[in-house]
């Protein structure tokens, strides 16, 4: 038998990386920082994708793939963009046994490589807009790694947005931030707050950038997903014109934006606990296992046809019957918990002839989280239960994070609350030396402005001076 997790309150770091690993999620790859997704792990990817992708179809954006490799000329066309990227670049010299004539960057994100295709596809306003996305795996030389939160090849889709006007461009940006807002609340159950990144945190290249940042279970803060206004500066960059209905030629607006495979880390630090991972119902890999108890040969049959009938009930949901053999049923259910099966299901032969089924929530350990239901109206019974489950770790996500929440007026009780308890919201002027000062004394940065349009005006807490901005700061990953 392994040895138990370490408790959270004893080194999350440690319990998250041991339990990546034996909730067969991920595994170490052979190139460091590189890492291998488990078929678990992917399920849980391809249910997130399947989530985002319908959003994304549903405001109009259709799929497309561009190349791995990128000539290495693209990345220097936009300053801002090769100076935020030079130190990430993992860079191809040579192919087929001799040195290539230009080198070719394996691709980090694709706002090049995308770029120059929509100047060759774009002549005129009737071209407008393009609203493009692409499934990928992308490359950034990373030195400290960490399973799905840091590695050096991680998987994501990238948006990537060309329009007529500013305006539109900025209803696209923001659009998408909300989609993202709207996927992690109702699908992965993660709170987010949305908002504007400071010019030091912002995406390379962008005129600005807009995050969901959610609130780990140790407190700090992870950027979840992420939203670029790039202005015309890709566009004046790769040479993106078009005709506009003047006969006029204009530059575009363009936009990107990305979820990647760190959304995985996210669920699994805002809902796990000592026992294991706790995953959101509505995108869990398995949704319900039936984990069917006898003793005796001749109990088996009957307790079998009760636990097909049960699975025929529950066709629309997804569903796993554990007849593993020589495994008890105690080790069984430990094994599902720490992979966070949302709901277990025990038949036995006392559950045949009373015609119920002991049920046994994920969201709520012991016996608080045990009912039993007739066998008939499970059909009804069990997905109304799970989506009280997830409703259910969606309002403890977000009372976690309300709690944690600061609103500091001083310096020295700044410190204090990222050192010990949470998140700093502030009053801030925007101040780029300041901001570097408070990351290197504090380790904390500025996730996001509120954005909220009503804020008044108030004092700075750093600097004293007067201002009409809010910000939230913390730790992160």
């Given at each position: 038998?392994?040895?138990?997790?370490?408790?959270?309150?004893?080194?999350?770091?440690?319990?998250?990386?041991?339990?990546?690993?034996?909730?067969?999620?991920?595994?170490?790859?052979?190139?460091?920082?590189?890492?291998?997704?488990?078929?678990?792990?992917?399920?849980?990817?391809?249910?997130?994708?399947?989530?985002?992708?319908?959003?994304?179809?549903?405001?109009g954006h259709v799929n497309a793939a561009f190349p791995l490799l990128i000539p290495?000329?693209?990345?220097?066309?936009?300053?801002?963009?090769?100076?935020?990227?030079?130190?990430?670049?993992?860079?191809?010299?040579?192919?087929?046994?001799?040195?290539l004539e230009e080198p070719l960057v394996v691709r980090p994100t694709s706002e090049t490589i995308i770029g120059t295709m929509y100047a060759k596809w774009i002549q005129s306003y009737r071209d407008l807009p393009v609203?493009?996305?692409?499934?990928?795996?992308?490359?950034?030389?990373?030195?400290?790694?960490?399973?799905?939160?840091?590695?050096?090849?991680?998987?994501?889709?990238?948006?990537?947005?060309?329009?007529?006007?500013?305006?539109?461009?900025?209803?696209?940006?923001?659009?998408?931030?909300?989609?993202?807002?709207?996927?992690?609340?109702?699908?992965g159950a993660v709170p987010v707050i949305p908002g504007r990144k400071s010019e030091s945190e912002k995406f390379a290249g962008a005129v600005n950038t807009y995050s969901i940042e959610a609130m780990m279970?140790?407190?700090?803060?992870?950027?979840?997903?992420?939203?670029?206004?790039?202005?015309?500066?890709?566009?004046?960059?790769?040479?993106?014109?078009?005709?506009?209905?003047?006969?006029?030629?204009?530059?575009?607006?363009t936009t990107s934006w990305g979820v990647s495979t760190r959304f995985i880390g996210a669920i699994i630090m805002t809902h796990g606990d000592d026992q294991g991972l706790v995953l959101p119902p509505r995108l869990a890999p398995i949704q319900v296992v039936i984990v069917p108890i006898y003793r005796k040969n001749e109990e088996k049959s009957a307790v079998m046809e009760a636990v097909s009938a049960v699975q025929a009930q529950l066709k629309d949901l997804r569903v796993k019957v554990d007849e593993r053999e020589g495994l008890t049923p105690g080790f069984k259910f430990n094994d599902w918990e720490l992979k966070g099966v949302p709901l277990r299901i025990e038949i036995g032969p006392k559950d045949v002839q009373n015609g119920t089924v002991a049920l046994s929530r994920r969201d709520?350990?012991?016996?608080?989280?045990?009912?039993f239901?007739?066998?008939?109206?499970?059909?009804?019974?069990?997905?109304?239960?799970?989506?009280?489950?997830?409703?259910?770790l969606l309002a403890k996500a977000t009372a976690f994070r309300d709690s944690h929440i600061f609103e500091v007026t001083d310096y020295e009780s700044f410190k204090q609350v990222v050192a010990e308890q949470g998140w700093a919201y502030a009053w801030w002027s925007d101040d780029?030396?300041?901001?570097?000062?408070?990351k290197e004394e504090t380790k904390a940065t500025l996730r996001i402005y509120a954005s909220d349009p009503n804020l008044g005006e108030g004092v700075c807490f750093y600097s004293g001076r007067k201002t009409n901005q809010k910000a939230y700061f913390a730790r992160s990953y």
């Open positions: 038998m392994e040895k138990k997790l370490p408790t959270r309150q004893e080194n999350f770091s440690e319990w998250y990386n041991q339990l990546v690993l034996r909730a067969e999620l991920a595994d170490y790859a052979p190139v460091r920082g590189c890492m291998v997704v488990r078929p678990y792990g992917w399920a849980l990817w391809e249910n997130i994708q399947k989530a985002l992708d319908d959003r994304f179809k549903a405001t290495q000329s693209f990345m220097t066309k936009e300053k801002e963009h090769v100076e935020g990227f030079s130190p990430e670049l993992a860079v191809v010299t040579h192919g087929g046994g001799e040195k609203l493009i996305n692409q499934w990928a795996n992308v490359v950034r030389w990373e030195m400290r790694t960490k399973l799905f939160l840091r590695t050096l090849e991680f998987y994501w889709q990238e948006g990537h947005t060309a329009h007529a006007t500013e305006q539109e461009a900025l209803e696209e940006t923001e659009r998408m931030l909300q989609v993202y807002a709207d996927f992690a609340r109702t699908e279970g140790d407190t700090k803060a992870l950027q979840s997903g992420t939203s670029h206004f790039l202005g015309q500066n890709f566009a004046k960059a790769f040479d993106i014109k078009f005709l506009d209905e003047g006969n006029q030629l204009q530059y575009c607006w709520i350990p012991g016996r608080d989280g045990k009912s239901l007739p066998m008939a109206g499970l059909d009804s019974a069990v997905p109304a239960l799970l989506q009280t489950i997830q409703d259910n780029r030396e300041n901001e570097a000062r408070i």
